[in-house]
């Protein structure tokens, strides 16, 4: 039900923007998360935005690099990624959940979007 898409190849110190496509049902009163898995590891928190956009909550080691927002006309949430490292190479995913903010407990995920950061 969310696609993600925006992801690719790119140097350390380049940008991206990554977008998830919701249902309009979902995302007029959902939460937004984005998520990330590397390889061989566990999948993280990385940021996520509440339904009217009116507040974010970012895991401390993107915070000031990327940021979430959501347009309520295109029915589209963003992950502005900036200033890439390659510690940053992982798919990432977008998801949805009733209610406020949290890190975890998401309803609705979509497929991931693959970025890769050389250095």
């Known amino acids: 039900q969310l696609q993600a898409s925006g992801g690719g190849l790119v140097q350390a110190g380049g940008s991206l923007r990554l977008s998830c496509t919701v249902p309009g049902l979902i995302f007029s009163s959902h939460t937004l998360g984005w998520f990330r898995q590397a390889p061989g590891a566990e999948r993280a928190f990385v940021a996520a935005v509440t339904w009217s956009g009116g507040a974010t909550y970012y895991a401390d080691s993107v915070k000031d690099r990327f940021t979430i927002s959501r347009d309520r006309v295109k029915n589209t949430g963003y992950l502005q990624v900036n200033n890439l490292k390659p510690e940053d190479t992982a798919i990432y995913y977008c998801?949805?959940?009733?209610?406020?903010?949290?890190?975890?407990?998401?309803?609705?995920w979509g497929q991931g979007t693959q970025v890769t950061v050389s250095s």
């Open positions: 998801a949805a959940r009733r209610g406020g903010i949290t890190t975890d407990l998401y309803d609705y």
